[in-house]
Structures are given as structure tokens and as C-alpha cells.
């Protein structure tokens, strides 16, 4: 791996971690308003240390460990950079399963935005999705999964295995994430408990909406050290802009939209390279910066309308 490369896959990481933590920036930001300075000031320091360190460097590591349980914690984290022929033979072997599943948890996540979640509409598809197909997306999404499951049984069953397990991952992490938002939001009025409390539970909840990112994130790489860095990087981003900046990140309201395009992009990526195509480790890179780049152009071109009626 080139050191372009390395970087274009640590930019990319970076980006996609902020555009897809808004929303949980968002409410965390409200969560904040009610705690003291001092507090506010320790969850931008050693909160970042938990969100990084412990959340976003352990769980792509865990995650590669299990699927190569045989090159141990240390072994899995350095696995990507070994010359080892019987580590990196491990490593391919489990990596069509590690894309099917992150890929098909991806595309649920997309479709369950586009069909069932309210947003600003970009475009009038949306609107007309949201309100007038909803009732589809399960149907939908049930068929995406029987397609990847036949299709790739017989060529190799642990591809059909990891897309089973990745749709599983998506019910339960979607119903933690439903009660995460309504026990933020009650956070947010609760006046009662203390600031500490308040810091434990909003860790805890960033845990949870952290697992977009770090599924994400194997559709750049499946360098551990990389996802590390780059995903590490975009959360003390969010976190500085979650009590500094947040208002203006609020301003572009289609932000949002991006990154649920950007997350489909990712997970096709995803489930294409479980299929042994061969796709550049520049394409996911290029593929966010560019939708997000056409969601602010559209965020900023709304803003400059607003304007005009004001």
C-alpha cells in the first residue's frame, strides 16, 4: 500500500465517520447544553480517548479477531501489514465474509432511511418513497438478502453465512439505536441526574451508533491500524464541532442525505467485493467525497434560497 493511497483511505474514513455521526451529534448537542462547562470540556478530552481508543479501535479488532481467531488480538490488529504468507491467507479467506455481512447491514441501513426514517427531501423521490411506499421495505430488503444467500451458497457458504449475520446485526443495532434516540432525547429534559451519569450514558450510546462507521469502514480497508486512525480522526472532529460548531453543520440540511447515499455506495462496494470483484481501494474514497461534495453544493445552494425569501 502506497502512502497516497494510505491517506486518500484515512480522509475518506474521516469524512465518512463525521457525515454519518451528525444525528447522534446532533442530540448529544442538546444532551450538553443542560451539563456545566467543565463537563462539557471532559467529554470533548477524555470522552474522545473512550470513543476512539476504546469503541473505535476495539471494535474493528474484535470484529477481524473473530473472523481469524488464530491470529490472536495483536496478530488480527498488525494482520493487514504482515508478509506472513499464512497470516494473509487467513486474512482473504475471511474477508469475503466480513464484506458480505458489513456490506448487506450497510444497504438495509440505506433503504430503512430512504422508506421508513423523516428527513429533508433532497429530491421528490424521497418524499414520494417516504410517504407513499414505506410499506415496502421490508419486502424489499428481504429480497436483497435471498438474492445474496442464492447466489452465493454454492460458490461459498461463510459470503451467505456473513450476509445472514450482517442483516442481524442491523435488527438489533436498529432497535438499540431507536431506544438510544428516546433515552437522549429524555436526557436532555432530565434535570436530576448528575453531569457524570449523564457522560456514562452518552458513551454508551456513541457506542452504539458507532457500529455504522466501523462496518463502514471496511468497504476503505481492512487495515485495522488505518480504520483506527481514520475514524478516530473524524470522532474528535464530530466532537469538536458537537459543542464549538454544531449550528453551522445544522444550516446544511441535506448533510444527512449524503451520507445515507454515501453509505449505499459503501455497502454495494461491499457485496461487490465479496463476489471476488476486483474494485480500487481509491473508489470508496472517491465515491464520499464526491456525494457529499453534491449534498453540500445542494445544502448551500438551499441556504442561498432562504436568503433570497428572507
Same mark, same amino acid.
Given at each position: 500500500?502506497?502512502?497516497?493511497?494510505?491517506?486518500?483511505? !484515512?480522509?475518506?474514513?474521516? *469524512?465518512?465517520?463525521?457525515?454519518? +455521526?451528525?444525528?447522534? /451529534?446532533?442530540?448529544?448537542?442538546? !444532551?450538553?447544553?443542560?451539563?456545566?462547562?467543565?463537563?462539557? %470540556?471532559?467529554?470533548?478530552?477524555?470522552?474522545?480517548?473512550?470513543? &476512539?481508543?476504546?469503541?473505535?479501535?476495539?471494535?474493528?479488532?474484535?470484529?477481524?479477531?473473530? /473472523?481469524?481467531?488464530?491470529?490472536?488480538?495483536?496478530? #488480527?490488529?498488525? /494482520?493487514?501489514? +504482515?508478509?506472513?504468507?499464512? &497470516?494473509?491467507? #487467513?486474512?482473504?479467506?475471511?474477508?469475503?465474509?466480513? *464484506?458480505?455481512?458489513?456490506?448487506?447491514?450497510? !444497504?438495509?441501513?440505506?433503504? $430503512?432511511?430512504?422508506?421508513?426514517?423523516?428527513?429533508?427531501?433532497?429530491?421528490?423521490?424521497?418524499?414520494?418513497? $417516504? $410517504?407513499?411506499?414505506?410499506?415496502?421495505?421490508? +419486502?424489499?430488503?428481504?429480497?436483497?438478502?435471498?438474492? &445474496? &444467500?442464492?447466489?452465493?451458497?454454492?460458490?461459498?457458504?461463510?459470503?451467505?453465512?456473513? /450476509?445472514?449475520?450482517?442483516?442481524?446485526?442491523?435488527?438489533?443495532?436498529?432497535?438499540?439505536?431507536?431506544?438510544?434516540?428516546?433515552?437522549?432525547?429524555?436526557? #436532555? $429534559?432530565? %434535570?436530576?441526574?448528575?453531569?457524570?451519569? %449523564?457522560?456514562?450514558?452518552?458513551? *454508551?450510546?456513541?457506542?452504539?451508533?458507532?457500529?455504522?462507521?466501523? *462496518?463502514?469502514?471496511?468497504?476503505?480497508?481492512? #487495515?485495522?491500524?488505518?480504520?483506527?486512525?481514520?475514524?478516530?480522526?473524524?470522532?474528535?472532529?464530530?466532537?469538536?464541532?458537537?459543542?464549538?460548531?454544531?449550528?453551522?453543520?445544522?444550516?446544511?440540511?441535506?448533510? %444527512?442525505?449524503?451520507?445515507?447515499?454515501?453509505?449505499?455506495?459503501?455497502?454495494?462496494?461491499?457485496?461487490?467485493?465479496?463476489?471476488?470483484?476486483?474494485?480500487? +481501494?481509491?473508489?470508496?474514497?472517491?465515491?464520499?467525497?464526491?456525494?457529499?461534495?453534491?449534498?453540500?453544493?445542494?445544502? !448551500?445552494?438551499?441556504?442561498?434560497?432562504?436568503?433570497?425569501?428572507?
Amino acid at each position: 500500500m502506497g502512502v497516497a493511497e494510505a491517506v486518500a483511505i !484515512v480522509l475518506g474514513l474521516s *469524512l465518512f465517520e463525521i457525515i454519518s +455521526s451528525i444525528d447522534n /451529534a446532533v442530540i448529544n448537542a442538546d !444532551v450538553l447544553v443542560t451539563m456545566s462547562q467543565r463537563a462539557r %470540556k471532559w467529554f470533548l478530552f477524555y470522552g474522545i480517548i473512550i470513543a &476512539v481508543f476504546v469503541v473505535r479501535g476495539l471494535l474493528p479488532l474484535i470484529i477481524v479477531y473473530f /473472523a481469524n481467531p488464530d491470529l490472536g488480538l495483536v496478530g #488480527s490488529f498488525w /494482520a493487514t501489514f +504482515s508478509s506472513d504468507p499464512a &497470516v494473509k491467507e #487467513s486474512i482473504e479467506k475471511s474477508t469475503p465474509i466480513l *464484506l458480505a455481512g458489513g456490506g448487506i447491514y450497510l !444497504v438495509f441501513l440505506f433503504f $430503512h432511511w430512504l422508506f421508513l426514517e423523516t428527513k429533508e427531501y433532497a429530491f421528490f423521490l424521497e418524499k414520494y418513497v $417516504h $410517504h407513499k411506499l414505506n410499506f415496502w421495505f421490508y +419486502s424489499i430488503i428481504s429480497l436483497i438478502l435471498l438474492f &445474496v &444467500v442464492w447466489t452465493t451458497i454454492k460458490i461459498n457458504p461463510f459470503i451467505a453465512l456473513g /450476509a445472514v449475520i450482517g442483516s442481524t446485526a442491523f435488527f438489533i443495532t436498529t432497535g438499540f439505536k431507536t431506544n438510544a434516540e428516546a433515552a437522549e432525547k429524555e436526557l #436532555s $429534559h432530565n %434535570k436530576t441526574m448528575s453531569d457524570f451519569a %449523564k457522560i456514562l450514558y452518552l458513551e *454508551l450510546i456513541d457506542t452504539t451508533f458507532s457500529i455504522d462507521g466501523v *462496518l463502514g469502514a471496511f468497504a476503505f480497508t481492512m #487495515s485495522v491500524p488505518l480504520i483506527v486512525l481514520g475514524n478516530g480522526l473524524g470522532a474528535y472532529i464530530v466532537r469538536y464541532f458537537t459543542i464549538h460548531g454544531l449550528n453551522t453543520i445544522k444550516k446544511y440540511r441535506y448533510l %444527512k442525505n449524503g451520507a445515507m447515499y454515501s453509505i449505499l455506495s459503501l455497502g454495494a462496494i461491499m457485496i461487490g467485493e465479496s463476489y471476488n470483484l476486483q474494485i480500487s +481501494s481509491f473508489t470508496a474514497p472517491i465515491i464520499t467525497f464526491v456525494v457529499v461534495g453534491i449534498f453540500f453544493w445542494l445544502s !448551500v445552494k438551499e441556504l442561498e434560497k432562504e436568503k433570497v425569501l428572507k
